[in-house]
């Protein structure tokens, strides 16, 4: 099978088992600059050392983070091809990632928070950042969050996170204020949570962290701030606040505890109180 054609069939396999569209893009990234290195050469062609090279090369130019997620979807790509019979030997079943560097999110603090939602001056405006902070949701969540998925009664939310996994996640007083209001003014039939300041649909992850970046911009607080910042913030305030890292891990939807254990690591009031 030659390499384009194995993606193809690749990708198609994936979108059935729910990948996401965020996902499948990203590999779909991936899998021109394979194709543009190996040209569209048989799969039992391509031998582990050409893989290491064409990593070698990657190297050079990308953070450990990014050259992880290329070995990733090589080796995912490289192994699916092996299971289904493709190939007869997978090249890059002895690849290793490179060892990650430990980074501490980069996260707000809560005058930096005060900040931004003063700079929120509509109440769509508003209604998302409270939205963003309160549930610590991802960007990808929120979009394709419906009006349907609210529960008023005790304030939350069902959102269907990665692996299309659904999950329950709760928002603050003053974020049920602003989003009622804001969707009580709205005079579309979007079924959408969120939609368009022009002729209204619903919003996309671009048009989202547009609206994020004008609020930022307004705040002058000296920091470029991006919606994957409040949902770091959103961890490390209930850390502060004595949240167990357990309960973290569930109300973020991580599977893996490794993920947000990295949150313990921050230096917040909470370390220095027990200290």
């Known amino acids: 099978m030659l390499l384009a054609k194995a993606w193809e069939t690749y990708e198609s396999d994936k979108r059935i088992q729910g990948f996401s569209p965020q996902t499948l893009k990203a590999y779909q990234v991936q899998s021109a600059l394979l194709i543009r290195y190996f040209k569209n050469i048989p799969l039992d062609d391509i031998t582990t050392s050409q893989l290491k ?36 030997k997978n090249p890059a079943a002895k690849i290793k990632e490179p060892r990650p560097g430990k ?6 603090t809560e005058t930096e928070i005060e900040h931004l939602r003063e700079a929120c001056f509509t109440p769509m405006e508003k209604a998302l950042f409270e939205f963003m902070f309160s549930t610590g949701c991802r960007i990808g969540e929120i979009v394709s969050l419906e009006k349907s998925r609210i529960n008023w009664q ?6 269907r ?38 002729d209204p649909h619903r919003m996309s ?17 000296n920091k470029a701030i991006h919606p994957h910042q409040l ?45």
């Open 154 to 159: 005790n304030r939350s939310a069902v959102v």
């Open 103 to 108: 980074r501490i999110p980069k996260f707000l």
């Open 231 to 275: 949902r770091h913030s959103y961890a490390t305030h209930l850390l502060n606040n004595g949240a167990p890292l357990e309960v973290i891990q569930s109300l973020l939807g991580h599977e893996k505890s490794e993920t947000t254990r990295i949150y313990a690591q921050l230096s917040g009031s909470l370390r220095q109180e027990l200290y």
């Open 53 to 88: 090279e064409y990593l070698a090369k990657s190297s050079e130019s990308l953070k450990p983070s990014s050259l992880a997620h290329r070995i990733r979807f090589m080796k995912s790509l490289l192994r699916w091809s092996h299971e289904e019979g493709h190939i007869t």
């Open 161 to 198: 996170g990665k692996g299309d996994k659904e999950r329950e996640v709760y928002f603050s007083t003053r974020c049920g204020i602003w989003l009622k209001r804001y969707l009580e003014e709205r005079r579309d039939g979007d079924p959408a949570i969120f939609v368009t300041e022009r």
């Open 205 to 221: 992850i671009a048009q989202m962290r547009y609206i994020i970046r004008r609020i930022s911009d307004r705040a002058m607080i």
